[in-house]
């Protein structure tokens, strides 16, 4: 069976992962991952894509991204590898693939999960167990939606900003907010439509995405199509009464 193409629309929230091949680390010291940083602000910049969050993981990446076209993103993700992959081998004294083939990326209806999306990447930390709580790990945009280290090159997304009228509000706002641990459930949803790269939204979203894409949005029906009954032969050789079977005429 033939792959999907990834699913890109422009100017809506796509989740993105990235994984090191077979699990391996893709960053091993601060220095890789300041590195991978720069290259992904200037690529962003370069491909205009707006990036509203990240964290970055020993072995993946995972952003929180709104492209302003169908091209750009895979532009920036390519400029990237070409630049971190030799970076790091060299670095690291190894040779051969760095990531796990191709990243995984999805849409996301950012009114209804932007806010849940953005606390999952950057609570991934403290699930891993590489940080007591979200604020000591350095790797993440944490810090910058809570005012304390300020990225220039991120984009605040529209759905942070409802959070208050003030930097002080929303960074508050927004730091209640992660007081409350990601719900599994939803995580296990957002994790599966990136990796299978089906739309995440409600009906009416996917409605919305479909006037804007040819892209297939969600898992065809399973099994096989059923089965149309063939028309009644006539009896005795006359032939079949006049309006019987006018689904048989229509399809000649």
């Known amino acids: 069976m033939a ?25 091993i010291d601060d220095a890789d991952c300041q590195q991978f940083l720069d290259w992904l602000r200037d690529a ?27 091209v750009g993103l895979g532009k920036m993700m390519q400029s990237v590898g070409r630049h971190y992959v030799p970076y790091f081998n060299v670095r690291h004294r190894r040779s051969g693939s760095l990531w796990e083939g191709r990243y995984r990326t999805t849409v996301i209806d950012a009114d209804a999960y932007f806010m849940d999306c953005i606390r999952l990447l950057e609570y991934q930390p403290v699930k891993a167990g590489l940080a007591a709580d979200m604020g000591s790990y350095r790797w993440s945009s944490y810090a910058h939606h809570l005012g304390q280290r300020k990225q220039a090159w991120l984009t605040d997304h529209a759905a942070y900003w409802k959070l208050g009228n003030t930097p002080f509000d929303r960074e508050m706002a927004y730091q209640q907010f992660c007081t409350h641990v990601p719900e599994r459930k939803l995580a296990d949803a957002i994790d599966l439509a990136t990796c299978r790269g089906w739309a995440l939204g409600s009906s009416a979203f996917k409605a919305s995405l479909a006037r804007l894409t040819e892209r297939r949005l969600q898992p065809a029906r399973r099994g096989r199509p059923p089965k149309v009954s063939p028309a009644a032969e006539p009896e005795h050789g006359r032939p079949a009464e006049a309006g019987l079977h006018k689904e048989n005429v229509d399809e000649k």
């Open 44 to 70: 962003a910049r370069q491909y205009r894509i707006a990036i509203h969050g990240y964290v970055l993981l020993p072995n993946r990446v995972q952003l929180l991204v709104t492209p302003s076209d169908e």
């Open 3 to 27: 792959r999907l193409p990834r699913l890109v629309v422009a100017n809506h929230l796509h989740h993105v992962i990235a994984r090191g091949n077979n699990e391996q680390s893709v960053f």
